[in-house]
């Protein structure tokens, strides 16, 4: 299995009428888990959070291929 | 005074009930001759209701101020009949380009699906469009009152009573329906002692019109975090006249008298556009805005309509583009309840399909205001990460939010909606603003939503084998005739006449296509062009029960 790099939010049961609907729904929500954190915090929550998605995920070599990709222009 | 355009001056002229001193009661009468109060008085026309309008002013608006509008609107405009001078002063446009810092990181375009008669969305000052409006208010009759400002409102049971303030002192007047059209400080709503609650953004805004002769396509342009305004986002997009409007924004801290005075203004387009281009400053403002709506719009005989009931951000130009579908949903209401064909509880519905719209635009303008200006260290890393990855990737690209533009609510939690008991796929689900499609009729080819709409509800039945309906002709016109009548219109794949029926020759299949139909199937229309109900065979009975339940009459 490759990364998939291409728009993929979606909530079973629920039906979209605009395409950025998904998306727009996931940011919001990612925001909001940070409100009223400090910078320090923050960078905790962010931690934990690709910890966890990386478990769920759990195919390294879609995992080695998304670090590469954020790794890229910084 | 612009060097553009001349703001035409409207004749006051004192009203006969305050010259003769008598009292006078008018079906509708509608306050704020705004864009949508305008297209409020239009339809009301249309409908053959009388209708005054009042307005504290006697010009249009002051400034380019609402500027973009979009296809929902432009196809309510067509109805209203200044669609097409619309579109023709406007500038269409769909694409849109994002830009993080030099680089361009994202593309769209607005109208990726082709065959609809009118483009994504058009750029053009609000003036124009007001006086388009204005000029078709006075064609259809429309009692214009300018300089006629309310100061007070009394609600009775069975009409409003106002009294109204001209230049030649005040008068009264009585109105079995009210429309408060008068904007986001609305008077009457002050009058009326009503909240509206939400939330304020602090944020300014500098708006810039500026002529030029700038060799730019009629394209949105977005930057966030530009080399020549750090920190901040600036949009860049054309109007008429080679007036170009340009917003820049300016943090809370900005103090905006100061920011407005040319000298100030002048240095920072230049930064923009290189030196080397000329230009001449028309218009500047300041702006803040805040994200809010009344908790009804419907008080009694009092229904409030565009910036008066809800207020967004200015991204994704969901005001005036709102408005005006507010308007849309509530004057067939309106009419029916006053010729007595429906009950009042009908307008209970304007209020909450209007609020549920409203709720949208007002999710859609906020997240697209909290990406714009983040307000915190976290949310701009993401925003920023989001942008970088934008230029390779395309779930990010779908991620970069610089204003989700106006699209229409899908209606699908009313309930004047019947829900599907047959099977059908794609999105003209009940509830769902109608796709538009071109048809042929009479050997033409015209648009399928200037085929539709208006006064009454509408059917559509899909055949190919028309001249072998029989008697299902017969039933199909028996519903011309009902207390609430539906227009049959046959949709085919074949050219054709119908004896008492239209027919909409489905040109490219694509009526068919878009509405999931085959031979035999009907879809009811509201005269607002949406979904009310669909069936895969036509039941008179059921017909008529889905028309009840669409005007409250169950």
């Known amino acids: 299995m490759a990364l998939t790099l291409t728009p ?35 960078a905790l929550l962010n931690a934990k959070l690709i910890l966890l998605l990386a478990n769920h995920v759990g195919d390294l070599s879609v995992l080695r291929e998304a670090l590469a990709l954020a790794r890229q222009d910084i | 005074m612009l060097k553009t355009y001349t703001y035409p001056k409207f004749a006051y002229v004192q009203p006969e009930e305050q010259k003769n ?56 405009l067509d109805r209203l009949g200044v669609g097409d001078r619309v579109v023709d002063k406007g500038v269409s446009w769909n694409v849109g380009r994002t830009f993080f810092h030099e680089e361009e990181v994202f593309n769209f375009n607005l109208l990726p699906e082709p065959d609809h008669k009118r483009p994504g969305m058009i750029n053009l000052q609000q003036y124009y469009l007001e006086q388009y409006l204005v000029e078709r208010c006075v064609e259809l009759g429309v009692d214009m009152r300018w300089k006629n400002r309310v100061v007070s409102v009394q609600r009775m049971s069975d009409q409003v009573r ?10 009264g007047i009585e109105a079995d329906w009210l429309i ?67 917003d820049f924004q300016l943090g809370w801290d900005a103090d905006p008298e100061e920011e407005k005075k040319p000298e100030k203004v002048i240095p920072r387009i230049k930064a923009m556009l290189g030196d080397e281009r000329e230009f001449e400053l028309e218009w500047v403002s300041v702006y803040t805005f805040q994200c809010r709506r009344m908790q009804e719009f419907r008080h009694g005989r009092v229904l409030f309509v565009g910036d008066a009931a809800h207020q967004v951000s200015p991204f994704g130009a969901r005001g005036a583009n709102s408005g005006i579908q507010d308007t ?31 709720d949208e635009n007002i999710m859609n303008s906020t997240r697209s205001t909290d990406f714009i200006t983040p307000k ?29 533009l106006s699209v229409p609510a899908f209606l699908t939690d009313s309930p004047l909606n019947t829900p599907d008991e047959d099977e059908f796929s794609g999105r003209m689900v009940p509830g769902a603003p109608m796709d ?27 055949t190919d084998v028309a001249e072998r309906l029989g008697d299902k002709l017969d039933r199909l016109r028996e519903l011309t005739v009902d207390a609430v009548p539906v227009e049959p219109i046959i949709v085919s794949e074949k050219a054709g006449s119908v004896a008492g029926a239209r027919v909409l020759h489905d040109l490219q299949h694509l009526v068919a296509k878009r509405y999931d139909a085959r031979e035999g199937s009907v879809i009811l229309l509201r005269p607002d062009q949406h979904v009310a109900a669909r069936w895969r065979k036509f039941d008179a009975h059921k017909v008529r029960a889905a028309v009840a339940r669409a005007t409250c009459n169950q």
């Open chain 2, 436 to 462: 538009d499609a071109p048809v042929g009729v009479d050997g033409r080819k015209e648009w399928l939503l200037d085929q539709l709409g208006g006064k009454g509800f509408q059917l559509l039945y899909f």
């Open chain 2, 376 to 404: 915190s260290n976290a949310s701009r890393l993401f925003r920023n990460a989001v942008l970088t990855l934008a230029e390779h990737h395309a779930f990010a690209r779908a991620l970069v939010n610089s204003g989700r």
């Open chain 2, 180 to 246: 408060a059209a008068d904007g986001a400080k609305s008077p009457i709503r002050k009058l009326m002692n009503l909240e509206v609650e939400g939330k304020i953004f602090h944020d300014r805004f500098l708006i810039a019109d500026v002529v030029m002769k700038a060799d730019f396509p009629a394209e949105r342009w977005f930057w966030f975090d530009p080399p020549f305004h750090p920190n901040q986002s600036v949009l860049l997009h054309r109007q008429a006249d080679n007036v170009w409007r340009i």
């Open chain 2, 328 to 358: 849309d949903n509530l004057i067939w209401k309106l009419k029916l309840v006053m010729d007595g064909k429906a009950p009042e509880k009908l307008l209970d519905t304007y209020s909450s399909e209007r609020v549920a719209a409203a």
């Open chain 2, 162 to 171: 106002l009294t109204i303030e001209t230049p030649d002192g005040t008068y």
């Open chain 2, 21 to 76: 001193r008598s009292a006078a009661r008018y079906p509708v009468v509608i306050v704020g001759a705004g864009p949508v109060g305008m297209a409020a008085a239009i339809d009301c026309r249309l409908h053959g209701i009388p209708v005054v309008l009042l307005d504290e002013d006697d010009t249009v608006s002051i400034g380019s101020r609402g500027v973009c509008y979009a296809k929902r609107a432009l196809e309510i």
């Open chain 1, 8 to 42: 993929n939010f979606s909530e079973p049961g629920k039906r979209y009428f605009r395409a950025f609907s998904p998306g727009d729904d996931f940011y919001e929500m990612l925001i909001d888990t940070h409100r009223d954190l400090d910078d320090t915090q923050s």
